[in-house]
DNA sequence: TCGTCTGTCTAGCGGTGATAGGATCGGGTC
DNA sequence: GACCCGATCCTATCACCGCTAGACAGACGA
């Protein structure tokens, strides 16, 4: 069976490669520039090999959302465990958000903004997606308030800074209030 | 010159058709199902007409959106009229935009979500959209706080609206919680 | 009535996501 | 070692996209 275990290295590591190159591409020029023939170049694969690994495209899309779900969860716990008290951790949880929105936009993008063909808030969300909204929620339920649902008020609060990601990155919001916002936002969504 | 007027007219009304089409098409089913084709069909003429109105589709997005924004600070300023209280107002605000949201998709993506080649927060912002954040300004400003720019805090208070809409429609909020949502904003954010 | 000129159309460019079907290459069997 | 067969990959193609060049016709002013 080693033969076939070869192959099937082999054929993980090109879907890996897949959706590396489909994410550099996209943070380089833009997922509109992700386009099937122009990744099948870039991998030195024909363009009916991406679908022998993915559905379409939507499903590529998809996979590097998962990758980025990951590495926002890692960035937030990150930020937040730097942080001393319960209001300095919403902060710095805050703002880890939203530098992670404007430097990866591409993989920001493929989460919040594009159709990845994922399922959110359910049971059979994929797991990266469920801790990544985990990641937020252990240090948001701290500043929910009494009475108030933690999942709820991180549903908010997450709201808030995916509004404010957005609306900033696609020249909806002057770019000289983004900290006063931010500070805004903290102050009054969080309950110290 | 009664003729050159009468052409005017007809370019005019041929103009204004080209936007409704393009929006009815949006509606019934998405912005991807508008291409020039389609959309030159149903207004009888050929493709290339549509460029000596528009340089390209995404002009035409532009276009819907201006119409939008019109009618969304309609809207806004219409919940607001009847609300008793700057408390109240905020509410009625808050749900008449997560309601214009809901039942103008594409109008809303035009505004908010797609590059319609429109220039936000600027000098030279059309005056529609300077409009329609003016509408959200007039009640939210009541409630910004002493000492909080009335202009920054619309800006937080529309982006966390503008979360919540776009997250709630993609599937990625859990619809049984909207109210609790809007709720749980207003109180946090307005102060009394 | 006759040129001119505006306005519209047909046809086509280079690109898109996706797929059908033929060629090829390697492993397993005799 | 030879052969067969199935998995794998590529060429070619489909229908469609946004956009534009250039031919054509019809209405206008002289």
New binding site residues.
Partial sequence: ?S??ER?ER??AG?ERLIVATAREIAEQQGWD????????ERI?????????HF????EIIGAVALEGAAEMAAAVRAAAAAADGPRARVTALARAYLDFAESHPAVYDAMFLLDGGLVFAKEDTPEPLKDAFAALLESLGEVAGDGVHPGVFTEVFWSALHGLATLARSGRLPPEYAERRTELLVDRLAVV
């Fill in positions: 069976m033969v076939q192959k082999e054929r090109r520039a992700v386009t099937t023939r122009r990744l099948a030195e694969y024909s363009q009916p090999v991406l679908y022998s559905r379409g495209k939507r």
